[in-house]
């Protein structure tokens, strides 16, 4: 367990340094240094990403592959929303209460990460946060399936949306929609309907796209937990009703009142829901993860997800990507994407939720430990941009020799870039 301090390299470096820079991306000369600082986002176009694949990539190669992505996505908030003092220090700086930063490799994914740094918690903007938190939601989600299924009930999945334009405001349109369905969900009829249908409990996401066409199209699923004695019937057809009542409520315009009717509820209920679900991204792809992740998967055509805006952002293939992300972060950050129903996590046996930014910042002290950088060492890594702190995640992982004369090599381009003395 190698501590990585400032200082001269390793003996045996020589070697290491040799093995590093034949490495996919690991040159070490004074421009392949450079290269790997954060980018400023007007220079971003044209460039072929560090982390595209020019092979077909093993499960291994591609988690590395998105780390490298988040990461440069990462970057990319940071300078979209450089005000957000949280987003503008997530896994950059330390922690006021951490004396060194940790490498520690995931029990669960096997890749490495940095703990000890802070963290924005901004699951539903943050690439690096969003993707812990939603793995962890996901976790949890299935967790609750498998005990309901286990007592023999049903899983489905509610779809509600409304009407949309270009026009309209996205902070307006997620006022309406989740209002809508909170008095939905304290209307008569709707309790009624749901325990004739034998709905029990429900976990409620919040999923945003965007289109050029529409505008910004904010919906909900609902996961819903029947019991065992779920009838269909007419189900959709009154739950549609319900929900364009709830909808004019709350004055949202609509051009055809009948097309709501006709769209504005789905729901798949059952095995028929299930293997839908599982053949959308191949059978990694379920109910859990159309909950949790939703935010994250790639829209269809002209339908962009956050990240997929972010993405048009670094390669600036949308020029009005970055105007849209803002909008979208202005009106989403602070809300409550996923909310589990009063008493389901007690009545399923489940641990006390946690919060977002609980678990960004929280560190499994079963995952192996790697490596230890000390204050000023990890400056020298910090000012070596995103792709040498993603590039030392990758040589921990492979070889500590490697990783220790990578940091010697950052702690002494850091060094002569202050003009404090020279590289070794």
């Not at 993707?131 to 498998?146: C, F, P, V």
Request: with cysteine; glycine share 10%.
């Amino acid at each position: 367990m190698p501590n990585f301090s400032t200082g001269s390299p390793p003996q045996g470096g020589a070697e290491a340094a040799r093995r590093a820079a034949l490495a996919p991306g690991g040159g070490w000369g004074r421009g392949a240094l450079d290269d790997s600082r954060e980018t400023p986002l007007g220079t971003m176009a044209g460039k072929r990403a560090a982390f595209e694949p020019e092979f077909v990539a093993t499960v291994e190669e591609t988690g590395k592959l998105a780390r490298a992505e988040r990461y440069e996505l990462q970057a990319v908030l940071r300078g979209l929303l450089f005000e957000n003092r949280r987003i503008r220090g997530c896994l950059l700086y330390r922690r006021d209460t951490a004396s060194s930063v940790d490498i520690r490799r995931s029990s669960l994914s096997g890749l490495g990460y940095y703990s000890g740094l802070q963290t924005c918690g901004r699951g539903a903007l943050c690439p690096c946060c969003g993707s812990k938190i939603a793995e962890h939601n996901r976790r949890e989600i299935q967790a609750a399936l498998d005990v309901w299924r286990g007592k023999g009930g049903v899983a489905g999945l509610l779809t509600f949306t409304m009407p949309h334009y270009r026009s309209q405001r996205l902070s307006d349109n997620l006022s309406a929609i989740l209002a809508a369905y909170r008095e939905l969900d304290r209307n008569r009829p709707y309790r009624r309907l749901c325990k004739a249908v034998g709905l029990q409990h429900t976990i409620r996401a919040l999923e945003v796209t965007w289109g050029r066409l529409n505008g910004f199209h904010p919906h909900l699923h609902i996961l819903g937990f029947f019991s065992d004695r779920f009838v269909a019937d007419d189900f959709a057809g009154e739950l549609a009703q319900l929900w364009l009542a709830n909808l004019e409520r709350q004055g949202v315009a609509m051009k055809d009142r009948d097309a709501v009717l006709a769209r504005g509820v789905r729901v798949d209920v059952g095995v028929k829901v299930g293997a839908q679900y599982l053949s959308k991204v191949g059978r990694s792809w379920g109910l859990a993860e159309e909950v949790a992740k939703a935010n994250r998967k790639r829209g269809r055509v002209d339908n962009y997800s956050p990240v997929d805006l972010l993405r048009h952002v670094r390669d600036s293939t949308l020029p009005e990507a970055g105007a849209v992300f803002r909008e979208y972060a202005a009106a989403a950050d602070g809300r409550h994407f996923l909310r589990w129903s009063a008493h389901m996590r007690r009545d399923l046996g489940l641990l006390p939720e946690k919060s977002d930014e609980e678990v960004a910042a929280g560190v499994d002290q079963l995952d192996p430990f790697l490596a230890r950088l000390d204050a000023p060492t990890w400056r020298a890594v910090r000012f070596g941009g995103q792709r040498a702190r993603v590039r030392l995640l990758e040589l921990a992982e492979q070889d500590e020799d490697s990783a220790l004369a990578y940091v010697a090599h950052l702690v002494g381009r850091y060094a002569e870039s202050a003009g404090v003395g020279g590289a070794s």
